[in-house]
C-alpha cells in the first residue's frame, strides 16, 4: 500500500461536472488499494462539507481557497502575471503561495503524486521526490486554440492567441517531467506522445457507473436531450449552433417536436424562433428522468477534445445517440451501428428526423450503444486499469 497524494483543482464531489466524475472514480480506484490523501483547489460554490462516499475512503482531505475564485483583484494579479512574466492565465489562476507550501509539507510524505489537472503541477516543487502521474483531461492548448479560432470578440480572440503557445510550452515541460501522463482518448494519448516522447503516456478512458445509469423502456416521445453546463465553452458553442441552424431544419418537418438542455446555462439565450420548442432546465440534482424522457440524445459538438462522460451516460442508459464526429472523439461508437455521425447542420438534422419517423431504430441504437458501454466503459475495469498503471509506477521509483 503506497501514499498517493492527489491534487485536484476544485472538490469532486458532488459529481455534477464531467471532469469532477473522472476525478471522482479514478480517486475512488486509487483509494480501493492504496492511502490517497487529497488537496483540493476550493472554488465557487464547492461544498467541502459535503457527505460523500469517497470522503469515508481517503486518508486524509484538505481544501485550499483559490484567490482568483474570490476576488477580482487577485484575477487581475493573475492576468498580469500571464502578460508580464509569459505564464499561461489557467497557470497563473491557481498560484498561491499557501497551497504550493502544503503541498510541499505532503509531498514529502508521499510515495506518488497523482495530478488531476495540468495548471496544478505548477504547485510541485522541482526536485520532489515521489513520481508525478499526470491525468490529462484534454489536450489543453488544443483545446484553447480551438476556442480562440472561433471567439467573435476581438480582444478575447487576440488574447487567447496569444495564450496558445504559452500554453503549449508549458504542457510540452509538464508532460515531460512528469513519470506518467494519462489521457483520456487515444487521439489525446497520440498528441500528447508527440509532445513528450520520452514520457510513457497511457489512455485510461473515461467510464460509466453500469449499475446506477441503466436503460428504462424506449419513449415515443418526439423529444430530444442534451446534458452539459454552458459554461463550458465546446457545450456552449454546439448548443448555440444547433439551437440556430439544426433545430429550425428539424421543427420543419417535425413541428411537434421538443428539445431539452440539462445543465447550468450561464445565461445561454435561446432564439426566438424556437423557444416555443426549447425547454432548459437548468441544473438538475439527477439528469436520468429528462435523459429517459427523449428518444433521441444529440451532441451537436464542433470543438474540445478528451471524451464526454455525458455521452457515455447516454451509451449506458440506452439511448439513441446523433453526434458529429468530434462529440464522440475517443469514444468507440460507429455509424449506423451504435449511433448516428453528422457533421453539418443539414445532415445532423436529417439524421434526427429519420429516428423521430423509426422508433425500432431508436430502440435497436439503442440497445447496441449499452451494450458497447457494457463491453467497454464500466468504471470497474477502468479503475482495475488504472492500478496496474500505478503499481508500474511505484515499482520504477522504488
Known sequence: MARILALTSRVPWPATEGHQLRSWHVLAALAERHDVTLLSCLRGDDRADADDPLRARLAGFEAQPIASERSRGALAGALARSLVAREPFVV???????????????????????????????????????????????????????????????????????????????????????????????????????????????????????????????????????????????????????????????????????????????????????????????????????????????????????????????????????????GSEGIALRDGEDALFADDAQAFAAAVGRLLDAPAEVARLGAAARRLAEDRYGWDAIGRSLLGLYDDVLARSA
Not at 194 to 223: I, Y
Not at 313 to 321: F, R, S, V
Open 92 to 326: 497563473a489562476k491557481y498560484a498561491s503561495p499557501a497551497l504550493k507550501a502544503r503541498v510541499a509539507q505532503l509531498a514529502a510524505r508521499a510515495d506518488a503524486i497523482h495530478v488531476d489537472m495540468l495548471p496544478l503541477l505548477s504547485c510541485v516543487p522541482e526536485g520532489t521526490r515521489a513520481p508525478v502521474v499526470l491525468n490529462a483531461h484534454n489536450v489543453e492548448h488544443r483545446l484553447l486554440q480551438q476556442r480562440a479560432a472561433v471567439e467573435r470578440h476581438a480582444a478575447a480572440r487576440a488574447f487567447l492567441r496569444l495564450q496558445v503557445p504559452l500554453l503549449r510550452r508549458y504542457e510540452i515541460e509538464a508532460c515531460r517531467s512528469a513519470a506518467t501522463v494519462l489521457a483520456c482518448s487515444e487521439p489525446d494519448g497520440a498528441m500528447l506522445r508527440a509532445l513528450a516522447p520520452m514520457t510513457p503516456v497511457h489512455v485510461v478512458p473515461n467510464g460509466v457507473d453500469l449499475e446506477s445509469h441503466r436503460p428504462a423502456p424506449p419513449t415515443l416521445q418526439k423529444q430530444l436531450v442534451f446534458v452539459g453546463q454552458m459554461g463550458w465553452f465546446p457545450n456552449r458553442e454546439g448548443v448555440e449552433w444547433f439551437l440556430a441552424r439544426v433545430l429550425p431544419r428539424i421543427l420543419a418537418h417535425h413541428p411537434d417536436c421538443r428539445f431539452t438542455l440539462v445543465g447550468k446555462t450561464g445565461g445561454l439565450a435561446v432564439p426566438a424562433a424556437v423557444a416555443h420548442a426549447t425547454d432548459v432546465t437548468g441544473f438538475v440534482p439527477d439528469v436520468r428522468p429528462p435523459v429517459h424522457a427523449a428518444s433521441v440524445y444529440v451532441v451537436p459538438l464542433l470543438s474540445g477534445s478528451g471524451t464526454r462522460l455525458k455521452v457515455l451516460e447516454a451509451m449506458a442508459l440506452g439511448k439513441a445517440i446523433v453526434t458529429t464526429t468530434i
